[in-house]
Every structure is written in structure tokens, then in C-alpha cells.
């Protein structure tokens, strides 16, 4: 039943949303966290999808789309660092029980959304093509032009259901955020095949589809927001106040959460190279493909630590720092215990697992080597959630150059100098490379923990 009352004009969703961030934090973390797997999974399939019907336009399109993903990357790791940004500053204010300050900080994160579409879109579009043929895209110019410039004529769209998502995250609606998620992959990959093929429009055809499912979607929120007004959150002119230090709330997370999605691009590019020197283009196939599998694997643990930052926000924000050393130990163990699994089901299915990328005459040679690599992350995965949680902790309390160190360190200084030790200094080759991957997530997830048991430390003894 909803009940309503000054405090709580959103009824229902404040009661079981905010109670639940305020409440037990292991209870949270996996209830916030169920709905956010079940989205983010929708959204890999899509993405799998999508490249199955751009591929049967032929490889020019299929490359083509690769031209443009690294923009595409960046558009989306901006959006994303954003919407973490703006669920760390909500949640925190909900958490110090402001709900002027957690609407007010919506509204601005709103603002940001209009201004940055307002000054990158229009330029965006008028240097797809220059930027495409400065990538080297040869006779896929005019293919990935018209792809990308009806992605970029989308980011707004692609902005505000991020921003959308944090607001919701922020205060503990993580069911809502999965059903139009969902629904917005749903209905891509519907419209995917329709608008390619039975309407003929190509490759833009693949690009409409995502702008279109995105109008959808952003006119659900559109209307849970201002005309079912059923949320925690308010957003309306009356709520908005310039605060200069709401919005350097805002960017101080979300600015270095955006370029650690940079630098793992940067990592990917110098094991790139790596390969090629050590192997041969085949080593980068095979790292590739294998590390495709690593993304869709370790969607449970990005799940878990995006759901850590809205609780341990609202712990912070309520000064309850105990539950911050609660919450990281939980989400950790939490996140071993499903990695453990993941090493296991990967390791026994290895073989079958990398015959999905090798079926082809073409690449059936890479399968052992495919299936090699799969085994080796076995050792990866576990070591991933001392470094993520942590990460999330420092981005949950406003430390987002913290957070963008961590990443850096782990990224950079730990997994970028092991790669090349192993691969080229020690000379193991393709297997050291991906040897030194692991190495460098052991060290880097080890000191990201250590740091943030210290600054936990740190928050409860001066509390």
C-alpha cells in the first residue's frame, strides 16, 4: 500500500527503496544488485545480437562498426562515469536524510545532460567522416559515417537514460532501471532485422534501432519522473538551485570513473600491439574473442560493485561508517564466491566456450588456443572484486581521483608492466602476456584493498 506524507511524497518507492539502502547493507547490495545482472546481461546479448545482423550485411559493415566503437565506447564510458558521479552524490544525500540536496543534485546532473549534448553533438556529426578516415576506414568511409552519425545524433538519448539509471540506482530502484534496460535490448534486437533488412535501410538501419528503443525507454522515465512522479526523487524547477558544489560533487566522480573506462581502452590497445610482436595477429583474435567471454563473465561482479556505490553512499552520507567496512567485506566475499563458480563453469566448458568463436573453417586453428586463454582467466576472475569493490567504496564517498588511481595502478602499473615482463622481457610470448594479465590484477586488486581497509579505518576512528 502507498502511503503518502510530507516527508515522502513518493510513497511506495521511498518506504522499500530508502529503507533498503538505509537498511541492512548485505540485504541491499543482492537485492540492489539481482535486477542489475538480469539488465546488464539483456544488454551483452544485444550487443552479440546486433553484431549478428550487421555481419550479414558483409564485412565491410561489420567493420565499419568497428571504426566507429571506440567513439562509441567513449560516448557510453562517459555516460557511465557520469551516472556514477550522480548515484554517488544522491545517495549520499539521501543517506544525510537531504532530500532538497538529492533532488537538487538530480536536476543539475539533468543540466550537465543538455550541456554537454548541446556542445558535442553538432560536432560530433559533422566529424564522423574526417574521424573515420583519420582511423584509417578506407572503403568503409561511407559505411561508417552514416553509422555514426546516427549514433552521435543520439547522445542525449544516451546521456539522460544513463543519468536516468544512476537516479534510480541512487535511491534503491534497481527493479524499475532493469525493466526498461531490458526492455530497451528487447526491442533493439527486434527492430534490429526489420529495420536493416525488411526496410532496407542498412547499416543505419542498426543505428536507428538503438536510437529508437532509447526514445522508448527515455519516455518512460520521462513519465515516471514528471507525470507519475512515483519516485524518491524530484525533478522540477522549484527543486533546482545552482550550487556550484553540486555540480563539483558530480563531475569529482564522475570526470575519473569516465577516463578509467579510457584507460582500459589504453590497456587493450598496448596488449594489442604486444600480441602482434610476440604472435602474430592470430594472438590478437585469439585475445579478442577470449576476452569477450571475460566481459560477459564478470557482468555479476560490475553488477555487484555499481550496487555498492548507491549503499555505501547512503551509509557514508548517514555517517555510518562501520557499515562501509561491512559492506566491502560482503561485497567482496560475495563477489569471490561467484567468481569461484564463473572459473569453474569456464574451465570445464573452455573447449566448447571457444568453438563459439572458431566454428568456421577460417578459425577452427584457433580454438585450442582460444580455449587456453579461457582456462588462464580461470585465475583472472577471483581477483577481481578486491579491486572493483574498493574502487566503488572511493567512488561511493566522493574519492573519484581515489578511484581513478586504483584503476590507473591496476591497470597500468601493475597489469601493463607484468604483460611486458612476462611477454617480452622474460620472452613467454603470447602465454606470458596473458599470464601478466593475471599477475597484474593479483597485485592491483591486493593494493586496492589494502587501501581501502586503511581509509575505512580512517572514517570510523575520526567518526
Not at 596488449?271 to 555479476?300: C, E, K, S
Request: charged residues 10%; proline residues 3%; positive net charge.
Amino acid at each position: 500500500m502507498t502511503t503518502n506524507n510530507p516527508e515522502n511524497p513518493a510513497g511506495k518507492n521511498m518506504t522499500e527503496g530508502i529503507s533498503l539502502l538505509m537498511g541492512d547493507p548485505k540485504k541491499a547490495i543482492i537485492k540492489l544488485s539481482g535486477p542489475m545482472i538480469v539488465a546488464m546481461f539483456l544488454m551483452s546479448t544485444y550487443n552479440i545480437v546486433n553484431a549478428i545482423w550487421v555481419a550479414g550485411l558483409g564485412s565491410d559493415a561489420l567493420a565499419a562498426v568497428g571504426f566507429i566503437t571506440p567513439l562509441f565506447m567513449i560516448l557510453m564510458g562517459g555516460a557511465s562515469g557520469l551516472g556514477a558521479g550522480v548515484a554517488s552524490v544522491i545517495s549520499r544525500r539521501i543517506g544525510a536524510k537531504d532530500k532538497a540536496g538529492a533532488d537538487n543534485a538530480a536536476v543539475h546532473a539533468i543540466l550537465i545532460t543538455i550541456i554537454l549534448s548541446a556542445v558535442f553533438t553538432i560536432p560530433l556529426i559533422l566529424l564522423t567522416q574526417p574521424i573515420v578516415i583519420l582511423f584509417g576506414a578506407g572503403d568503409t568511409v561511407g559505411l561508417a559515417t552514416a553509422y555514426g552519425q546516427v549514433i552521435f545524433l543520439g547522445m542525449v538519448l544516451i546521456l539522460f537514460t544513463n543519468i536516468a539509471y544512476a537516479i534510480l540506482r541512487a535511491e534503491g530502484d534497481t527493479k524499475r532501471a532493469m525493466y526498461v534496460m531490458g526492455a530497451s535490448s528487447v526491442l533493439n534486437m527486434v527492430l534490429d532485422p526489420i529495420l536493416i533488412y525488411t526496410l532496407g535501410m542498412g547499416i543505419a538501419g542498426a543505428a536507428w534501432g538503438m536510437i529508437i528503443s532509447l526514445v522508448m525507454v527515455s519516455l518512460i522515465m520521462l513519465h515516471w519522473f514528471f507525470v507519475k512522479k512515483d519516485t524518491y526523487v524530484t525533478l522540477s524547477y522549484k527543486a533546482f538551485s545552482w550550487d556550484r558544489r553540486t555540480i563539483r560533487d558530480i563531475l569529482g566522480v564522475g570526470l575519473p570513473a569516465s577516463v578509467e573506462f579510457f584507460l582500459m581502452a589504453v590497456l587493450s590497445i598496448f596488449i594489442n600491439g604486444l600480441l602482434v610482436a610476440t604472435a602474430g595477429t592470430d594472438a590478437v583474435a585469439v585475445y579478442t574473442a577470449g576476452w569477450r567471454v571475460v566481459f560477459f563473465a564478470i557482468i555479476p561482479l560490475v553488477a555487484i560493485a555499481t550496487s555498492v556505490i548507491s549503499v555505501a553512499g547512503a551509509a557514508y552520507g548517514a555517517r555510518e561508517f562501520q557499515k562501509l567496512r561491512v559492506i566491502h567485506t560482503f561485497s567482496i566475499k560475495l563477489g569471490v564466491a561467484i567468481s569461484l563458480v564463473i572459473s569453474a563453469i569456464t574451465f570445464i566448458f573452455a573447449s566448447q566456450i571457444a568453438l563459439i568463436f572458431s566454428y568456421s573453417a577460417d578459425s577452427a586453428h584457433l580454438m585450442p588456443e582460444i580455449a587456453l586463454f579461457l582456462a588462464t582467466m580461470c585465475f583472472f576472475y577471483p581477483f577481481i572484486p578486491p579491486g572493483v569493490m574498493s574502487g566503488s567504496i572511493f567512488q561511493a564517498t566522493g574519492k573519484g581521483m581515489t578511484s581513478l588511481v586504483i584503476t590507473f595502478m591496476r591497470n597500468l602499473a601493475f597489469i601493463a608492466v607484468f604483460v611486458y615482463l612476462f611477454g617480452i622481457v622474460l620472452g613467454v610470448g603470447e602465454h606470458g602476456i596473458w599470464w601478466g594479465i593475471v599477475a597484474g590484477d593479483i597485485v592491483g586488486g591486493t593494493v586496492a584493498f589494502l587501501w581501502a581497509r586503511w581509509y575505512i579505518s580512517r572514517l570510523i576512528a575520526t567518526a
